[in-house]
């Protein structure tokens, strides 16, 4: 638990110092950021991959991720899937599983974009060119949110 907390922390803290992109404006197409450089992974697994990349994902999100542990009754819950080819480019994102709060769908949708592009996966995780990842966002009522992966537990009614 405290590893977690410690994990998220030190991501916002980095993501916090990082300068932003010249010219990113809102709305920017999937993928548009390709010419950004991001190391490759370490990680041999799935599971592993999806922790690393959540931290990335946070940390490129660092304001609009709740560092603390979720409320106990999420404001919302959005599962999306996207897929990236073997070099880390976002290929594709979508909806799987929503409250239809659109807000918070835009929002964790902008975080892959934001994200992008990730750290480059291992071939042994990579299929057909591509790699499928499907992950959790839980909004709290302020609309920040954390990726289930690396999520604290929710706090008790």
């Not at 010419?35 to 697994?45: A, C, F, H, I």
């Not at 990236?84 to 974009?113: C, F, P, Q, W, Y």
Request: proline share 4%; charged share 25%; aromatic share 4%.
């Amino acid at each position: 638990m405290k590893i977690r907390r410690i994990v998220l922390l030190a991501c916002c803290a980095v993501a916090a110092c990082s300068t932003p992109t010249p010219g990113g404006k809102k709305g920017d197409e999937v993928g548009k950021k390709s010419d950004e450089r991001v190391g490759s992974s370490n990680s041999l697994t799935l599971n592993g991959y999806k922790r690393e990349l959540a931290q990335h994902l946070c940390g490129r999100n660092a304001s609009k991720v709740y560092a603390e542990r979720p409320q106990a009754l999420l404001r919302s819950v959005i599962v999306l899937k996207y897929s990236m080819n073997g070099e880390g480019k976002l290929l594709r994102s979508e909806v799987l599983r929503s409250n239809h709060d659109k807000v918070t769908e835009n929002i964790a949708l902008a975080s892959i974009s934001n994200a992008a592009p990730f750290p480059k996966p291992s071939s042994l995780l990579v299929k057909n060119g591509k790699l499928e990842i499907t992950e959790t966002w839980l909004f709290n009522d302020d609309g920040r949110f954390q990726l289930r992966t690396i999520a604290q537990p929710q706090m008790s009614e």
